[in-house]
T-cell receptor, first 114, second 110 residues
Framework: DSGVTQTPKHLITATGQRVTLRCSPR?????VYWYQQSLDQGLQFLIQ???????AKGNILERFSAQQFPDLHSELNLSSLELGDSALYFC?????????????FGPGTRLTVL | QQQVKQSPQSLIVQKGGISIINCAYE??????FPWYQQFPGKGPALLIA???DVSEKKEGRFTISFNKSAKQFSLHIMDSQPGDSATYFC?????????WGAGTKLIIKP
């Protein structure tokens, strides 16, 4: 168990809908990363937050947004969902801001868009 | 210049054999090279990492070999076991970002 929690575990929704994925980092970790992993694909970095502020941005679509709250949990919002958004979404947390720190991954949220 | 090229995409090794996964990078600013292991249905977990001031790092059956001049690094799994069957990701980092390889699906045949 990495200490990172993600909810929900599974999510099934329809095209055009909006969903929110939640991540609680390990105790003491200030940084949260979001990743998308499509079937048998690699990890696509979406966005990183550090202590409430956006720190780095990857290949995140404009339909997607994220934020990190004062209690350090983070939410990833996906809107106008398309079939191609079906994937595993992971968050990871680290103690520091830089990528030198070990990333602890949550169990993921499996999103299915029908 | 920001890519990390990982090969092979998939690999089948007999139990007891040596598994070798290779990665190459272009950006000379990268100075931290971790490997992550991911089992099906789970998130990746850090396996082993190396800085470019050493050419090799060993932890149990897992070894990273690093060639700074060639800008290549590799993961060697000695005495490969069925429990090593997983997807392995290399990555390369500068102070600002971590770039991931595409992953290698490793299957160890009993």
């Amino acid at each position: 168990d990495s200490g990172v929690t993600q909810t929900p575990k599974h999510l099934i929704t329809a095209t055009g809908q909006r969903v929110t994925l939640r991540c609680s980092p390990r105790s003491g970790d200030l940084s949260v990363y979001w990743y998308q992993q499509s079937l048998d694909q690699g990890l696509q970095f979406l966005i990183q937050y550090y202590n409430g502020e956006e720190r780095a941005k990857g290949n995140i679509l404009e339909r997607f947004s994220a934020q990190q709250f004062p209690d350090l949990h983070s939410e990833l919002n996906l809107s106008s969902l398309e079939l191609g958004d079906s994937a595993l979404y992971f968050c990871a947390s680290t103690v520091g801001a830089t990528p030198y720190n070990e990333q602890f991954f949550g169990p993921g949220t499996r999103l299915t868009v029908l | 210049q920001q890519q990390v090229k990982q090969s092979p995409q998939s690999l089948i090794v007999q139990k007891g054999g040596i598994s070798i996964i290779n990665c190459a990078y272009e950006n000379t600013a990268f100075d931290y090279f971790p490997w992550y292991q991911q089992f099906p249905g789970k998130g990746p977990a850090l396996l082993i990492a190396i800085r470019p001031d050493v050419s090799e790092k060993k932890e149990g059956r897992f070894t990273i070999s690093f060639n700074k001049s060639a800008k290549q690094f590799s993961l060697h799994i000695m005495d490969s076991q069925p429990g090593d069957s997983a997807t392995y990701f290399c990555a390369a980092s500068s102070n600002y970002q971590l770039i991931w390889g595409a992953g290698t699906k490793l299957i160890i045949k009993p």
